[in-house]
């Protein structure tokens, strides 16, 4: 059999390009070409493996003549320079190194504390212009100050670290974080941002940008800080409005900022640019030597590792399971992620424990694989980059307790799955199936059962069982103009507490949702939005 074939398309240390050598593996360097759109289409389809930077654009274009090509591994986290989507319809893996940067990002965060509170750049520049200013410049030691952390994830988690070690109190605010993690992490967890903006002297950001992070640092944000407040963003642009910390700045509100991330990038303008006592670097937090032969040598030993043996780790866009079990599992993976998306969408608190209970037929299944597509549904609505190999591993970070059980058949299914997890004031649970159509279905909520097919676009409504609920849904959504596809009900009993599950054509506004509220009839309105694929005809097993 003839051996693998790799393309580098990008600047690759020689260490791991030698690994792909010693496993051997055909390995051809050819960094140029990841600038060459024209000629890396040329040569695609000759490779089963590609690895790449961020210099190399996996377009669908070059996807299109990669008839061999079997895995894409990304030396870094970021893989906006692949088109996910279009590998995973034509069955290439994308594999990325998600914590081979952590350090050097967190020290890289530190470095713009020490330069913003001591004027460093600034006074560079003025005694290289033959200046000797020192009153000019004076500066506040980071010793004995409270730090802010947003974000006490992996990279926030060292921050806090290094911190210290400067005699450092630090303060955090993160939804997801427990009592438990920030113990071991000796941080003061606060349950309010505004908490946080009031006390801290340095604050730093270290979450993803998402729907409710960005411009976390808003206008509104910025005037509840403490007046002379540091502020040090290296972790993604949009997490603060960029134009109101420039006026912050500018007034003295804010005494330094720290930035190596914006809105736009490359930036070549920026409204900070021109701000005062700004530290500015060009996205630099993963930029050591270090770092990047770290995640050059981690990305060809997981390429290797696929092309060789078949195992999958750090994928984004499949689990890691065997080709023979995947007909089987697939469909229940998808189920999986699903019952975690609707817990991680209605919860809104730290999550101290999870229970993922497999049911007849599914705990034969690799419940492995389905935990971690169960707990990476909960977590990426909070952080789209977790994945199915990270976020266990997230989850116990965060001092999550997560417990499996499996049991004989119970019930008038052959095989389901059971999410429930806790929080500091509710336990809240979710189950689903496989039906013999191959579609996951939802099969109760809160011991509610129900029968409700997973749309794309859904609603979840909670209220007490009284006439007029029906009517109140179909007519508000009808005013709004949305088309209701499916309609599930389910109670615990006559008069009791009930439910409703609604799939739609489109996703709700928020003035639907304001005036159902409105009604008084609902204990709970939320819409949910959930990643729905296309059934895999004749391959689940059904329950």
Same mark, same amino acid.
């Given at each position: 059999?003839?051996?693998?074939?790799?393309?580098?398309?990008?600047?690759? @240390?020689?260490?791991?390009?030698?690994?792909?050598?010693?496993r051997g593996i055909d390995v051809d360097f050819m960094p140029e070409?990841?600038?060459?759109?024209?000629?890396?289409?040329?040569?695609?389809?000759?490779?089963? #493996?590609?690895?790449?930077?961020?210099?190399?654009?996996?377009?669908?274009?070059?996807?299109?003549?990669?008839?061999?090509?079997?895995?894409?591994? &990304?030396?870094?986290?970021?893989?906006?320079?692949?088109?996910?989507? $279009?590998?995973?319809?034509?069955?290439?893996?994308?594999? !990325?190194?998600?914590?081979?940067?952590?350090?050097?990002?967190?020290?890289?965060?530190?470095?713009?504390?020490?330069?913003?509170?001591?004027?460093?750049?600034?006074?560079?520049?003025?005694?290289?212009?033959?200046?000797?200013?020192?009153?000019?410049?004076?500066?506040?030691?980071?010793?004995?100050?409270?730090?802010?952390?947003?974000?006490?994830?992996?990279?926030? @988690?060292?921050?806090? @670290?290094?911190?210290?070690?400067?005699?450092?109190?630090?303060?955090?605010?993160?939804?997801?974080?427990?009592?438990?993690?920030?113990?071991?992490?000796?941080?003061?967890?606060? $349950?309010?941002?505004?908490?946080?903006?009031?006390?801290?002297?340095?604050?730093?950001?270290?979450?993803?940008?998402?729907?409710?992070?960005?411009?976390?640092?808003?206008?509104?944000?910025?005037?509840?800080?403490?007046?002379?407040?540091?502020?040090? !963003?290296?972790?993604?642009?949009?997490?603060?409005?960029?134009?109101?910390?420039?006026?912050?700045?500018?007034?003295?509100?804010?005494?330094?900022?720290?930035?190596?991330?914006? @809105?736009?990038?490359?930036?070549?303008?920026?409204?900070?640019?021109?701000?005062?006592?700004?530290?500015?670097?060009?996205?630099?937090?993963?930029?050591?030597?270090?770092?990047?032969?770290?995640?050059?040598?981690?990305?060809?030993?997981?390429?290797?590792?696929?092309?060789?043996?078949?195992?999958?780790?750090?994928?984004?866009?499949?689990?890691?399971?065997?080709?023979?079990?995947?007909?089987?599992?697939?469909?229940?993976?998808?189920?999986?992620?699903?019952? #975690?998306?609707?817990?991680?969408?209605?919860?809104?608190?730290?999550?101290?424990?999870?229970?993922?209970?497999?049911?007849?037929?599914?705990?034969?299944?690799?419940?492995?694989?389905?935990?971690?597509?169960?707990?990476?549904?909960?977590?990426?609505?909070?952080?789209?980059?977790?994945?199915?190999?990270?976020?266990?591993?997230?989850?116990?970070?965060?001092?999550?307790?997560?417990?499996?059980?499996?049991?004989?058949?119970? #019930?008038?299914?052959?095989?389901?799955?059971?999410?429930?997890?806790?929080?500091?004031?509710?336990? &809240?649970?979710?189950?689903?199936?496989?039906?013999?159509?191959?579609?996951?279905?939802?099969?109760?909520?809160?011991?509610?059962?129900?029968?409700?097919?997973?749309?794309?676009?859904?609603?979840?409504?909670?209220?007490?069982?009284?006439?007029?609920?029906?009517?109140?849904?179909?007519?508000?959504?009808?005013?709004?103009e949305i088309n209701i596809a499916n309609f599930t009900l389910g109670?615990?009993?006559?008069?009791? $507490?009930?439910?409703?599950?609604?799939?739609?054509?489109?996703p709700v506004p928020q003035k639907a949702v304001e005036e159902l509220?409105?009604?008084?009839?609902?204990?709970?309105?939320?819409?949910?939005?959930?990643?729905?694929?296309?059934?895999?005809?004749?391959?689940?097993?059904?329950?």
């Amino acid at each position: 059999m003839a051996a693998p074939r790799v393309l580098v398309s990008d600047k690759l @240390s020689e260490t791991a390009v030698q690994i792909f050598r010693d496993r051997g593996i055909d390995v051809d360097f050819m960094p140029e070409v990841g600038k060459d759109k024209e000629r890396l289409a040329e040569i695609i389809g000759d490779y089963d #493996g590609l690895a790449v930077r961020s210099a190399t654009k996996v377009t669908p274009k070059i996807l299109e003549r990669a008839k061999k090509l079997k895995v894409i591994g &990304r030396a870094g986290i970021g893989v906006d320079n692949i088109d996910i989507p $279009e590998a995973s319809r034509r069955g290439i893996i994308v594999m !990325n190194t998600p914590f081979g940067n952590a350090i050097t990002t967190a020290e890289h965060a530190i470095a713009l504390m020490f330069a913003a509170a001591r004027q460093i750049p600034a006074a560079d520049a003025s005694t290289r212009a033959g200046k000797w200013e020192k009153s000019k410049f004076m500066g506040v030691e980071l010793s004995g100050k409270t730090l802010g952390l947003i974000g006490a994830g992996n990279i926030g @988690s060292i921050v806090a @670290s290094r911190a210290q070690g400067l005699g450092m109190k630090v303060v955090a605010y993160d939804p997801y974080l427990s009592e438990e993690r920030a113990k071991e992490l000796g941080v003061e967890k606060v $349950e309010e941002l505004d908490e946080l903006l009031r006390r801290a002297d340095v604050i730093t950001l270290h979450v993803p940008l998402t729907d409710k992070t960005r411009n976390i640092l808003s206008r509104e944000a910025i005037a509840k800080m403490k007046p002379g407040v540091i502020v040090i !963003n290296a972790a993604r642009g949009g997490l603060v409005d960029e134009e109101a910390l420039a006026e912050a700045l500018r007034s003295g509100h804010v005494r330094a900022a720290g930035i190596d991330v914006y @809105s736009e990038e490359p930036a070549r303008e920026n409204v900070l640019f021109d701000a005062p006592n700004v530290v500015c670097t060009p996205h630099l937090g993963a930029s050591t030597r270090e770092a990047q032969e770290n995640v050059a040598i981690q990305i060809a030993e997981q390429i290797s590792d696929y092309l060789l043996d078949g195992a999958v780790r750090n994928a984004l866009n499949m689990p890691s399971i065997t080709a023979e079990e995947a007909p089987r599992l697939m469909p229940w993976v998808e189920l999986a992620g699903h019952l #975690g998306s609707f817990v991680g969408q209605l919860t809104d608190e730290p999550i101290e424990a999870i229970n993922i209970l497999y049911n007849g037929r599914a705990a034969e299944l690799n419940t492995e694989a389905l935990n971690a597509a169960t707990i990476a549904g909960i977590l990426k609505t909070a952080n789209p980059d977790i994945n199915m190999v990270s976020a266990p591993m997230v989850a116990r970070e965060r001092g999550v307790e997560i417990s499996t059980t499996k049991q004989d058949k119970s #019930g008038v299914f052959d095989a389901y799955m059971k999410l429930t997890i806790k929080t500091p004031t509710r336990e &809240r649970s979710i189950a689903g199936t496989i039906f013999s159509d191959g579609r996951p279905r939802f099969i109760q909520i809160k011991g509610i059962n129900i029968d409700a097919e997973i749309a794309r676009h859904m609603l979840y409504t909670t209220n007490r069982d009284v006439p007029g609920i029906i009517g109140t849904l179909g007519r508000v959504l009808g005013e709004n103009e949305i088309n209701i596809a499916n309609f599930t009900l389910g109670r615990k009993e006559v008069g009791g $507490e009930a439910i409703a599950m609604l799939s739609l054509d489109v996703p709700v506004p928020q003035k639907a949702v304001e005036e159902l509220k409105e009604t008084g009839l609902f204990r709970q309105v939320r819409p949910l939005e959930f990643e729905v694929k296309d059934a895999p005809a004749g391959t689940a097993e059904a329950a």
